[in-house]
């Protein structure tokens, strides 16, 4: 939509996300009881989760978005991290609960004892895991527009939940063709979507608090905008190194050491503007200048 900001997209996601994680969440929780489906109950516990994670990616994003100040003068866009690593934690203990459950009940001897669940929880499935896939595309797609890593992790939420699914929709057909014991395996499936989810979740959020560099990709480009200013002989080094979904650049060039200062300086804030126009996620670059004889 014209005239949406970072944040305005981030908000109308995460209301779509929020909406459509608990009319799917009641469905499957409805169905599920009224099927008989562990798996589909353990699904719906999933979904549920959802919402409260996107509410968590919400408030990071608006802390995120607060403007620098005395006591942050680089900004706050490591709160969106602070928002992804506890949205994992969430999954993680999520996917704890749902495995232990299934794991007791394979252990014990009501196994054997399993309904065998309706068809309702069998059309929820399917329907959850067209309606999460879609999720997922329509998240994704946004995420990579504002270079958001919060949401990039609802995202993948929401595609854990299509997989999830799947695994339910598996276990919910072996338990009406006569294996029960697929709908307690089944859970623990999801469990191991949900742990998987939140690993790589956890992993992006810390990268993105320990100062990582971008992609090697990104970084040859860089160099490559900064080698196409006239005036610039070579590009000494680059550092670059992620900020939460921002970028900071240091880069050191080479110029004609008898230019005059002024026309040095002029030379270095090209490159300024080169790598902050071409390069939206760089919050800021800083150039230093090597004189060079010729």
Not at 249 to 275: M, Y
């Amino acid at each position: 939509m014209k005239n949406e900001t970072n944040k305005d997209i981030a908000v109308r996601v995460s209301n779509v996300s929020i909406a459509a994680n608990i009319l799917l969440s009641v469905f499957k929780f409805i169905a599920g009881i009224a099927a008989h489906s562990s798996a589909m109950l353990s699904d719906a516990v999933h979904s549920a989760s959802d919402v409260f994670s996107t509410v968590i990616v919400l408030i990071g994003f608006n802390l995120s978005e607060k403007k620098a100040d005395k006591e942050h003068p680089y900004g706050h866009e490591r709160m969106e991290c602070v928002a992804s690593m506890v949205l994992a934690m969430i999954l993680f203990f999520t996917g704890f609960e749902i495995g232990r459950s299934a794991v007791n009940t394979l252990r014990s001897d009501s196994v054997n004892e399993i309904r065998i669940p309706g068809l309702l929880a069998l059309a929820a499935a399917i329907v959850s895991i067209i309606v999460k896939e879609l999720m997922y595309r329509y998240t994704i797609h946004c995420a990579k527009m504002i270079n958001s890593g919060a949401l990039k992790a609802d995202a993948w939420h929401h595609r854990s939940d299509a997989l999830s699914s799947v695994g339910a929709l598996i276990g919910i057909a072996g338990a009406r063709l006569g294996f029960p014991a697929l709908e307690p395996i089944a859970c623990l499936a999801i469990c191991l979507f949900i742990f998987k989810a939140a690993i790589e979740i956890f992993k992006d959020a810390v990268d993105k608090m320990v100062d990582k560099s971008c992609s090697e990709n990104i970084e040859i480009g860089m160099k490559e905008c900064i080698q196409s200013v006239d005036g610039v002989l070579s590009v000494v080094s680059l550092h670059t190194r992620m900020f939460g979904s921002r970028v900071y650049v240091d880069t050191e060039i080479s110029v004609d050491g008898s230019l005059p200062l002024f026309k040095a300086h002029e030379i270095a804030e090209h490159v300024h503007d080169n790598i902050e126009s071409n390069f939206p996620e760089v919050k800021h670059c800083m150039v230093h200048v090597d004189p060079e004889a010729l």
